[in-house]
């Protein structure tokens, strides 16, 4: 398997703009995690999936962002509008939960960037 | 609130020391941690999980310990090489309506020169 996938890398857009922040997760992994990630405040959680279902949202910072997981193999992070403090690293991670405590395998990350 | 603190400043060491770093909570009871390590531009890649109810864990050069009364966990790395130096960080972990999340620590920059 060749990991989480994310796309774009990089994405540089202009204030209030949509982007749009793409994952696929690693086949066989029934769960599914967005963070963000800065230097001020670290790693943080914005929401989490289980098999395709959204558990726990209390971590998106307000109602511009919105994620989605159509189905097992795929998850989109949406910002619309997009504002200059919403740059970060944006993560993708996913991993096989059977009974607690396993492994989060991420993604290389979006690097967000607006002006 | 909760809070997971780790060093800020990075720890410079020798390589072929023994680099230790520390993570300490607050207002938590994890039924687990984890330490990850992270290079500049990639994600967090997962070294090694421990659960409450264990003191210590091992893997190759690597230990970690972990204290529920201290509310305390030491991540050890023998022998060091340039190789180790990166970001570390520690994730407590909690079941929530019978679901797992990691909550990270900043992390802490370590530096092995040679």
């Known amino acids: 398997d060749a990991g989480v996938i994310q796309s774009p890398r990089h994405e540089v857009t202009e204030m209030g703009q949509e982007v749009t922040l793409r994952c696929k997760p690693i086949?066989?992994?029934?769960?599914l995690f967005w963070y963000r990630q800065t230097m001020m405040r670290g790693l943080e959680l914005l929401i989490y999936?289980?098999?395709?279902?959204?558990?726990?949202d209390s971590g998106m910072p307000e109602d511009r962002f919105s994620a989605k997981m159509p189905n097992a193999s795929f998850s989109t992070l949406k910002i619309q509008p997009s504002e200059p403090r919403d740059s970060a690293v944006y993560f993708c991670?996913?991993?096989?939960?059977?009974?607690?405590?396993?492994?989060?395998?991420f993604g290389q990350g979006t690097r967000l960037t607006v002006v | 609130s909760q809070k997971i603190e780790q060093n800020s400043e990075a720890l410079n060491i020798q390589e072929g020391k023994t680099a230790t770093l520390t993570c300490n909570y607050t207002?938590?009871?994890?039924?687990?941690l984890q330490w990850y390590r992270q290079d500049p531009g990639r994600g967090p890649v997962f070294l090694l999980l421990?659960?409450?109810?264990?003191k210590e864990k091992r893997k190759e050069r690597l230990k970690v310990t972990f204290d529920t009364t201290l509310k305390q966990s030491l991540f050890h790395i023998t022998a060091s090489q340039p190789a180790d130096s990166a970001t570390y960080l520690c994730?407590?972990?909690?079941?929530?309506?019978?679901?797992?999340?990691?909550?990270f620590g900043k992390g802490t920059m370590l530096l092995v020169s040679p």
């Open positions: 991670a996913s991993s096989f939960q059977g009974g607690g405590g396993t492994e989060a395998f």
């Open positions: 086949s066989g992994h029934n769960s």
């Open positions: 999936f289980n098999n395709n279902v959204p558990i726990d």
């Open positions: 207002n938590y009871s994890p039924a687990y």
């Open positions: 421990i659960r409450e109810n264990e």
């Open positions: 994730a407590l972990g909690g079941v929530n309506s019978g679901y797992s999340t990691l909550t």
